[in-house]
């Protein structure tokens, strides 16, 4: 999992009716195929498929419906050569997009949220991704309380991996994400942003996902506390720009729903990078 010049971009395919970003654009697995290509074209290096809802307040599908959102997506989409990784919390989906090609799982509960999830991977030897959790969607905001949002997150994370590799994962195998928007406010995502090098730090490929998240809707400081936020999908630009600033601080990759505007951004910082030697 050496990290590339740049952060690797992991295109977002929802197959939800609810997600807060495109509303079930693509629930439809036809529809999702053919909007994860389209990813690819535009420079999605790897496509993350996703059956679940994590924005704040939604509820749980069921394990069957799940699966019947998932898996004919991953299978599309690996047929035709791509990268996929499967966002998923529970085990049995892991495991059947596996089975389909899926070389990534994205855990956005860290492998907290079932207990099968990382016996399953340390045997499968893929990559698995533990973003920081403390809550289901339904009950995540009640958890956004800290002392010290930064050097929190990162003991959590710490003591995740810790139990994921004695559950038998490797080192190698292990991606970290801070979780922007999950059980967090606008200002611990902001402190998270600043110090994304404590992250980088732990010495674990880091994922950032901050597209179109709630916090990127409220950027004019001009506005009263209660102004409603710009829609997700006019939330791209500061997405790209967020993308940017992780890719400063050394990440692995980055997860986003609009590929051309954040591939251009890092394509900028790259030329930068290179004219300066």
Request: net charge negative.
């Amino acid at each position: 999992m050496t990290r590339a010049v740049r952060p690797l971009i992991m295109g977002v395919v929802n197959v939800t009716p609810d997600s807060f970003s495109d509303g079930g654009r693509w629930l439809d697995p036809d529809a999702a195929i053919a909007h994860g290509l389209q990813l690819a074209r535009q420079g999605a290096d790897i496509l993350d498929v996703g059956g679940e809802s994590t924005r704040p307040g939604a509820a749980r599908p069921p394990l069957e419906v799940e699966r019947e959102r998932v898996l004919p997506v991953v299978a599309g989409l690996t047929a035709e050569g791509l990268r996929v990784s499967v966002d998923t919390m529970r085990a049995e989906v892991a495991e059947r997009a596996l089975e389909r090609g899926a070389s990534l799982v994205n855990d956005v509960s860290g492998g907290l949220a079932d207990p099968a999830m990382a016996p399953l991977v340390a045997e499968a030897g893929v990559p698995f991704v533990a973003m920081h959790w403390r809550a289901h969607s339904d009950r995540m905001d009640r958890h956004a309380v800290y002392d010290d949002v930064v050097g929190e997150v990162v003991a959590e994370l710490r003591q995740r991996v810790d139990a994921l590799l004695a559950a038998g994962l490797a080192e190698e195998q292990v991606i970290v994400d801070p979780g922007f928007g999950f059980s967090k406010n606008a200002e611990h995502n902001w402190a998270l942003i600043k110090r994304l090098d404590a992250v980088v730090a732990m010495g674990h490929p880091v994922l950032v996902g901050t597209s179109r998240k709630r916090f990127l809707g409220r950027l004019d400081p001009s506005l009263p506390p209660d102004a409603e936020p710009t829609p997700p999908t006019e939330r791209d630009a500061a997405t790209a720009a967020t993308s940017l600033l992780a890719a400063q601080h050394g990440v692995w990759g980055v997860r986003v729903h609009d590929v051309p505007g954040t591939r251009d951004a890092l394509l900028v910082w790259e030329q930068v990078r290179r004219a300066r030697g």
